[in-house]
């Protein structure tokens, strides 16, 4: 009986967005760790992208009021967990896409430290582009310019553990 | 050291309880203070990229003391609001570098502050910190080890920034060098406190709780030492002792102030939810 449960909270989460980042949902941002219900209790465990965005409340609210519409929870508690942390390759592929499509190119893989990261701009895929600042409108991302397409752009911040 | 898992875990030693206390409060009034300075830069700092990065930094720094204060809230010490908002000076365990004014002037009366100061303050803060956070992966508390290397994560960036803008305005000599050179010595005269861990220090490290103070403070001599060297900056100077101490409630008039300006709208309507 758990299972299915727990498969219709997921989906349930796949149309929960972050409040910024209005297209990508917080499953494909790799925030969510874990789901467990308890007769018709549900937890959800989410790791938090940066310890002091301001948008997690409104996350929490969000995830919460879409768990508790799942017919057979009463009730859902979200608590934010910092092990394992949380880092941008946790970014699943569709979250990758659909970055791109929003205009926010995804996070560089493999970042190899002090080394400068290459983006490709998210509108003509050039790889010709700079970085005009590594701090952006929110903690999350970087803003970029396109030498090719001179369009400027923002970055999702790769997140490591170093 | 066996590791200790959760707030209860901990409350069964009284002196391994105590310990962690005090270090909370240290990690957490210091990113607290700092943020605060940092936040009285907004739309003044020197170019409009350096605001959008300063803030961002700033609401960091602002994060990091709020994950600090959840572990004392879990700890029992009070609410994280509480602890931010209705603690007085003399129980609070920030250094007193941090809490200086920025500059001449406030936010709000012809604000003239001292970006040298600021660069050489928060890279110097920064360089410590990091070395703090890389002893904290080895915590014996769990919460804090799992805060540590998250908070690490974004420290990254803010060390990468300070260090570019230190480098940068010393190596551009002139003018820029003339100014950092008196903020280093502004700034060195009044860093011992930064690098205490207070008198239960001792205590920290027995518990596995952090390093030991000398060894961290050897660590960042050795680090800030290297970028004089590189820097062509001469030999480190010795660390001058102070007359007080933040880390045992010990501060100045300038905290009081900021205090005072920081609770001012928590203290009109302290129910309020925010």
């Known amino acids: 009986m758990d299972a299915p449960l727990k498969e219709q909270i997921t989906n349930a989460l796949k149309a929960v967005t972050d409040p910024e980042i209005p297209v990508v949902s917080v499953i494909d941002l790799g925030m969510i760790e874990g789901i467990s219900v308890e007769g018709t209790k549900a937890t959800v465990q989410v790791l938090p992208t940066f310890v002091g965005c301001p948008a997690l409340e409104l996350i929490r609210k969000k995830i919460k009021d879409a768990v508790e519409k799942v017919r057979g929870i009463d009730y859902a508690e979200v608590i934010f967990i910092y092990n394992p942390p949380w880092t941008s390759d946790r970014i699943t592929e569709m979250g990758r896409k659909r970055l791109k499509e929003f205009g926010i190119a995804p996070p560089p893989k493999l970042l190899e430290k002090e080394k400068e990261w290459s983006v490709d701009c998210p509108y003509c895929g050039s790889s010709y582009t700079l970085m005009e600042n590594v701090f952006g409108p929110t903690a999350c991302r970087s803003i970029f310019y396109c030498k090719h397409c001179k369009n400027p752009f923002e970055a999702m911040k790769p997140v490591f553990l170093n | ?274």
């Open chain 2, 1 to 274: 050291m066996t590791s200790v898992k959760n707030a209860l875990e901990a409350r069964q030693n009284k002196e391994y309880v105590s310990a962690l206390t005090e270090l909370l409060f240290q990690l957490a009034d210091d990113d607290f203070i700092l943020a605060f300075r940092g936040s009285e830069w907004l739309g003044l700092a020197p170019h409009i990229e350096e605001d959008v990065a300063f803030s961002s930094i700033t609401q960091n720094m602002m994060g990091h003391a709020f994950m600090y204060y959840q572990l004392l809230e879990q700890l029992g010490e009070g609410t994280v609001d509480e602890l931010a908002h209705e603690r007085s000076g003399k129980k609070r365990k920030n250094a007193i570098m941090l809490e200086k004014v920025n500059g001449l002037g406030t936010y709000l009366q012809s604000p003239k502050f001292d970006w040298a100061f600021t660069v050489v303050r928060h890279y110097f803060y920064d360089v410590n910190k990091k070395i703090k956070l890389d002893c904290l992966q080895d915590c014996s508390y769990e919460p804090l080890k799992h805060a540590a290397i998250n908070i690490r994560k974004e420290q990254y960036y803010h060390l990468v920034h300070w260090e570019t803008w230190f480098k940068q305005l010393v190596k551009a000599g002139g003018e820029a060098k003339t100014r950092m050179m008196v903020a280093v010595e502004k700034v060195w005269n009044e860093f011992d406190d930064v690098l205490s861990l207070g008198p239960r220090g001792e205590v920290m490290a027995n518990y596995q709780l952090i390093d030991r103070e000398d060894v961290i403070r050897q660590t960042f001599m050795n680090t800030i030492g290297d970028v004089f060297e590189n820097l062509e900056l001469g030999p480190l100077p010795k660390l001058k002792e102070m007359k007080k101490s933040g880390r045992i409630g010990e501060h100045t008039e300038d905290l009081e102030k900021a205090l005072a300006t920081l609770t001012e709208v928590y203290k009109k309507e302290p129910s309020s939810s925010w």
